[in-house]
């Protein structure tokens, strides 16, 4: 079975600070992958997406970066945070089954900027 | 500009009782809709879904309809359980250049009360 992993759970970090949020897929093999964030009382907006290694699509600018260094592999970055990007992170993955594409998400990571 | 649309941020229900979760959109491209239930502190897990060519999909005691004229789906709980409080997520996708790209609404906090 399939399973997907973010790590960590929670972070706290300071305003200027970088930032490495990784989330890895067992049990598939290429993968679609999602970066989510969530911010308070807020709906899911999508980040990221990457359809295969190297490949890699923003949908909203910011001062985030995505990178796919493996096919399983999907990390979030930033080289100076904000306070704005404080949020819950989430990290999906889905595999393209004809006209369904079902995305499942990973547990989450809580960000908060100081 | 949201494209998909969940006007009651909170619900309250009875244990036993039916819970009607009801989600609006305006993209008449997307073609698959889906349902996802979110505890806090968690990512959201995927509950359910239906395909822009039925217009009602089952699952246990959940429910999706679909009124594609009216381009509103709905959510059937039934019974609802106190387990069942959670927030629950509409989200519809559509065919963007090679993959789905899904809209998520903001949300329904159902509370299932005992």
């Known amino acids: 079975s399939q399973t997907i992993h973010q790590w960590p759970a929670t972070l706290v970090q300071p305003v200027g600070s970088p930032l490495s949020l990784e989330c890895t897929v067992e049990?598939?093999?290429?993968?679609?992958l999602y970066w989510y964030r969530q911010a308070a009382g807020r709906g899911l907006q999508l980040l990221f997406y990457?359809?295969?290694?190297?490949?890699i699509s923003s949908e909203v600018p910011q001062n985030l970066s995505a990178s796919r260094p493996q096919d399983r592999q999907f990390i979030l970055s930033s080289k100076k945070l904000l306070l704005s990007d404080s949020g819950f992170y989430l990290c999906?993955?889905?595999?393209?089954?004809?006209?369904?594409?079902?995305?499942?998400f990973g547990p989450g990571t809580r960000l908060t900027v100081l | 500009d949201q494209q998909v649309k969940q006007n009651s941020p909170s619900l309250s229900v009875q244990e036993g009782r039916i819970s009607i979760l009801n989600c609006d959109y305006t993209?008449?491209?997307?073609?698959?809709f889906l349902w996802y239930k979110k505890y806090p502190a968690e990512g959201p897990t995927f509950l359910i879904s239906?395909?822009?060519?039925?217009d009602k999909n089952e699952d246990g005691r959940f429910t999706v309809f679909l009124n594609k004229s009216a381009k509103h789906l709905s959510l059937h709980i039934v019974p609802s359980q106190p387990g069942d409080s959670a927030v629950y997520f509409c989200?519809?996708?559509?065919?963007?250049?090679?993959?789905?790209?899904?809209?998520f609404g903001t949300g329904t906090k159902l509370q299932v009360i005992p």
């Open positions: 993209n008449s491209m997307f073609d698959y």
């Open positions: 239906i395909s822009s060519i039925k």
């Open positions: 999906a993955w889905s595999v393209w089954a004809g006209s369904a594409d079902t995305q499942y």
């Open positions: 989200a519809a996708s559509e065919d963007s250049g090679g993959y789905q790209k899904v809209t």
């Open positions: 990457s359809v295969g290694i190297g490949q």
């Open positions: 049990g598939t093999s290429n993968p679609n």
